[in-house]
Nanobody, 123 residues
Framework: QVQLVESGGGLVQAGDSLRLSCAASGRTISTYGMGWFRQALGTEREFVAAVSWRGGQTYYGDSVKGRFTISRDNAKNTVYLQMNSLKPEDTAVYYC????????????????WGQGTQVTVSS
């Protein structure tokens, strides 16, 4: 069992940056693909980014490509999402997730989820 806790969300202005963290406990995440998803009010949960077991491979959703960067520190059992050039449409609850796959985009591939952290971007 893996427990995930997100942090780092908040209220920022358009163009600002934020770094989200996802701290894992219960098991080492070094053999889990890790991902970030987001869900805006009234919409489905959307894939944001994923990183492979050792961090050598990453995937990004089209809407965040070039602005967001996912990374991981297996020694700290933590995953990060650096978000730059934030836009109002990035406003959502951001969720961290762990998958038994090496890396995955699909929500159904993820087995463990955090509770989420709110990111609000004002214009």
């Amino acid at each position: 069992q893996v427990q995930l806790v997100e942090s780092g969300g908040g209220l920022v202005q358009a163009g600002d940056s934020l770094r989200l963290s996802c701290a894992a406990s219960g098991r080492t995440i070094s053999t889990y693909g890790m991902g970030w998803f987001r869900q805006a009010l009234g919409t489905e949960r959307e894939f944001v980014a994923a990183v492979s077991w050792r961090g050598g491979q990453t995937y990004y959703g089209d809407s965040v490509k070039g602005r967001f960067t996912i990374s991981r520190d297996n020694a700290k059992n933590t995953v990060y999402l650096q978000m730059n050039s934030l836009k109002p449409e990035d406003t959502a609850v951001y969720y961290c997730a762990a998958s038994l796959a090496v890396i995955a985009r699909e929500r159904s591939s993820y087995h463990y989820w955090g509770q989420g952290t709110q990111v609000t971007v004002s214009s």
